[in-house]
């Protein structure tokens, strides 16, 4: 696999989380699995300190060649990961982005990690079946792959590209042709050539052997001229070759049962715990320790405009002035929606509480503690939060698009199969009428929130199923190949 971002060691989002643990579950299967990471300064220092450097220098065959160290890492499981040392491109605090926005050189930095992912075999002695590749930052490899590396080593390896979030491509100017190293009869609308730039996921989406997506429902969302971001038609083009397949989660690091970060454990036979979660995070937050005290409603969320909170923010006051609730938000991001929720927070403090900034630990425990999670998007690939807030028995609150509409099942449907809330349409009314739906179930029907709960934690969140339609895709794209 190649990705720019792993858990634990770097994570900006959901990516990072899926990477790791696909990539975990699959090794734990027996597969030989390798994850090719950019070691970035960012990795914890306690995490880097068991990383191993490989001998011998590396050397990357961009249209000039550079030098850099590796370093490995072997889990428990037998999962190696390749960390890419090359300070110029990694030595920063932040994955992606600084004050001032993307950084520049982004294409540059992730058309080396992908040249990296071409070399790394004739330098390993090693050569994979298939590579898996993650979004636009590794997009660029089965370019390669069915291109200046056509022949030779890499001549039967496969390509699976998988699309977490087609909002981000990777447009840079068509210079980084000559920098990747590759030809430049690429340079046509039909490879990598869009608007004027070069889009390494366009390139990816075109060479790529197999191509998969977060969910069978944003599969079928990125065909139309609505969500497909510009490339529809290239997804079209693809069709037969594009499967949604919905994330699973790490069961390890997100289980009420077992999680160290809780101030007490619970699981579906026992809930107990999990009021005691609530108690003790609304003392924190709100100074009371109320037992049996309002609902409390919980976001844990990137600031951007994708996850639909700015709807939220518009309604707030509106909700808490009509509703005897209570909210917790913590999420960072564009600074406009970060000062919205502040300022109301502050005029609401014995209701609504928000923490500005990224928090793992706070994210777990207000997972636990809360008895529903909002997650209005405008559109959702596939979203974690959702599975993880239904394995705490927190009941999501979710708008009907992508990997939301395909995992939570609604109140509305009966009360026997649902773990959550789903609307439709995403206006201010609608979000109203969600909570207020919500509101209701928890004041007048404690039997079915209870049912509710209990069914959410109860469904197989794992990476079983999807690890095994994964193994599929790499199999046709093996066989794809081979012909
Ligand atoms: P996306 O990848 O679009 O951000 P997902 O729901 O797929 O959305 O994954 C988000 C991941 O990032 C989850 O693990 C979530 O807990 C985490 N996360 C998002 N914002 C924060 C935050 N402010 N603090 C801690 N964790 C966060």
């Known amino acids: 696999m190649v990705a720019s971002e792993a858990a634990p060691f770097a ?115 090693w050569t994979p079946d298939v590579y898996h590749v993650h979004d636009w930052m590794a997009a660029l490899v089965p370019v390669y792959l069915e291109t200046v590396a056509r022949r030779g080593q890499l001549e039967h390896v496969g390509s699976v590209l998988t699309i977490h979030n087609l909002q981000h491509q990777g447009y840079a100017h068509r210079s980084i042709i000559d920098y990747a190293g590759l030809p430049w009869d690429l340079w046509r609308p039909d490879k990598l050539e869009a608007c004027g730039c070069v889009n390494f996921l366009k390139g990816g989406i075109y060479f790529a052997n197999k191509l998969t997506t977060v969910s069978p429902t944003y599969a079928e969302e990125i065909r139309t001229a609505a969500l497909g971001c510009g490339l529809a038609d290239v997804f079209s083009f693809r069709g037969g070759d594009l499967v949604g397949i919905l994330n699973g989660i790490d069961d390890s690091l997100w289980n009420p049962a077992t999680d160290q970060t809780l101030p007490a454990n619970y699981d579906a036979n026992d809930l107990n715990g999990k009021n005691r979660c609530k108690v003790d995070f609304c003392r924190q937050c709100f100074g009371d320790e109320k037992v049996n005290g309002p609902p409390l409603f919980v976001a844990v969320s990137r600031l951007y405009p994708q996850k639909g909170l700015d709807v939220l923010g518009d309604i707030l006051s509106w909700v808490v002035e009509t509703m005897d609730v209570r909210f917790a938000i913590l999420g960072c991001g564009e600074w406009q929606l970060e000062e919205q929720l502040a300022s109301i927070a502050r005029r609401f403090p014995d209701r609504i509480w928000f923490y500005r900034g990224y928090d793992e630990i706070l994210a777990h425990r207000m997972t636990a503690a809360a008895d529903f999670f909002v997650m209005p998007s405008r559109f959702e690939p596939c979203g974690l939060t959702q599975l993880y807030s239904m394995r705490y028995g927190t009941l999501p609150i979710v708008r009907a698009t992508g990997g939301l509409k395909d995992s939570v099942v609604s109140n509305a449907q009966g009360v026997e199969h649902a773990t959550g809330f789903v609307f439709y349409d995403l206006t201010h009314q609608a979000l109203y009428d969600a909570i207020g739906w919500a509101c209701a179930t928890y004041y007048d029907r404690p039997g079915d929130m209870l049912t509710m709960r209990q069914n959410g934690m109860r469904r197989d969140f794992s990476w079983k199923q999807s690890s095994q339609r994964y193994l599929d895709c790499y199999h046709w794209a093996m066989e794809k190949k081979a012909n």
């Open 11 to 125: 994570k900006a989002g959901g990516l990072g989380d899926a990477v790791s643990s696909l990539a975990n579950s699959l090794s734990a299967l027996g597969h030989d699995v390798r994850v090719l990471l950019p070691l970035y300064s960012i990795i914890p220092q306690d995490l880097r300190q068991s990383f191993q450097p490989l001998s011998g220098a590396f050397s990357i065959h961009l249209r000039r060649e550079h030098w850099a160290r590796l370093w490995e890492f072997i889990s428990s499981d037998n999962l190696r990961y390749y960390f890419l040392e090359y300070d110029h491109f990694f030595f920063r605090d932040r994955l992606y982005d600084g004050p001032y926005g993307a950084f520049e050189d982004n294409p540059q930095r992730f058309a080396f990690l992908c040249r990296a992912a071409i070399d790394l075999p004739e330098f390993l002695q």
